[in-house]
């Protein structure tokens, strides 16, 4: 059973609210659970793209983040540090915020971040039952991937010059 604390629409986390993952009655209204995503950058200039697990929504697809819920106890940091390790292998040790966003639907804040990593490109590893492959793109390579490959709305939002593909 995975445990998640529960915050104001205002990123304020609420005392002795404590959410429970897949819980039938669903997050009440008014309150949220905290997500993080994390795009990671190569010393090089090119970025990790994430091939997700077909099995899960948006299957097949590129995201261009790596992310999950924050467990209860959790800050955005420690959430960003956990998740990047877990779907990627990458030991990320700074993390630059680049945004924010709400998800009102999901009842989710997400804190969006920007890694940079001087770590082997081969070393990438791939978390069974999240993704599938991996591969390093250069920004003009991200950005001129269509929607319906690349999963990446909220982290496109936080990158100056990343208009919509043509």
Request: hydrophobic share 35%; glycine share 10%; with cysteine.
């Amino acid at each position: 059973m995975e445990l998640w604390d529960g915050y104001t629409s205002d990123y304020e986390k609420i005392d002795g609210v404590v959410l429970v993952r897949d819980d039938r009655a669903g997050i009440p209204e008014g309150i949220y659970h905290l997500v993080c995503d994390i795009l990671v950058r190569h010393k090089d200039g090119t970025y990790l793209l994430m091939k997700r697990d077909p099995r899960k929504t948006h299957g097949g697809m590129w995201e261009a983040s790596a992310g999950g819920a924050a467990l209860q106890g959790e800050d955005p940091i420690a959430c960003a540090t956990r998740e990047l390790r877990e779907e990627t292998g990458i030991l990320g040790k700074e993390f630059q915020e680049i945004g924010r966003d709400r998800n009102e639907v999901a009842h989710s804040i997400f804190v969006l971040y920007l890694c940079e990593t001087e770590q082997d490109k081969d070393s990438v590893t791939l978390q069974e039952g999240e993704t599938v492959d991996y591969k390093w793109v250069t920004f003009e390579e991200m950005i001129a991937m269509p929607e319906t490959e690349l999963l990446c709305k909220r982290i496109k939002k936080c990158i100056p010059g990343w208009a919509a593909p043509v």
